[in-house]
């Protein structure tokens, strides 16, 4: 059973620079990409940021651009979200997902939980 586990959300203020964690488990995903999404209240499920396989390829929403940078760890199955100079409009429940294809553009077919950051000015 696929599982990923998303850890680093809640309240944080704009200034400060979390970040977010995804551990994978029950299949290894060594070979695909992996990605953020967000999805604010009232809006739809919208790409963050993306990761090829060997980190080779990333892409980024315009909206993060040069604020959040996505990294990974084949080895400890788990990729980051390093998130920086936080704006109000991130608020948001962020999903980590997983992809069959190795590169970032997907598409993304297993998904974690989500966690939940809202940012305070």
């Known amino acids: 059973q696929v599982q990923l586990v998303e850890s680093g959300g809640g309240l944080v203020h704009t200034g400060r620079s979390p970040r977010l964690s995804c551990i994978a488990s029950?299949?290894?995903?060594?070979?695909?990409?992996m990605g953020w999404f967000r999805q604010a209240p009232g809006k739809e499920r919208e790409f963050v940021a993306g990761?090829?396989?060997?980190?080779?390829?990333?892409y980024y929403a315009d909206s993060v651009k040069g604020r959040f940078t996505i990294s990974r760890d084949n080895a400890k199955m788990t990729v980051n979200l390093e998130m920086n100079s936080l704006k109000p409009e991130d608020t948001a429940v962020y999903y980590c997902?997983?992809?069959?294809?190795?590169?970032?553009?997907?598409?993304?077919?297993?998904w974690g939980q989500g966690t939940q950051v809202t940012v305070s000015s």
């Open positions: 990761i090829s396989w060997n980190s080779d390829t990333t």
């Open positions: 997902a997983a992809s069959d294809l190795p590169g970032p553009a997907g598409p993304y077919s297993y």
């Open positions: 029950g299949r290894t995903f060594t070979g695909s990409a």
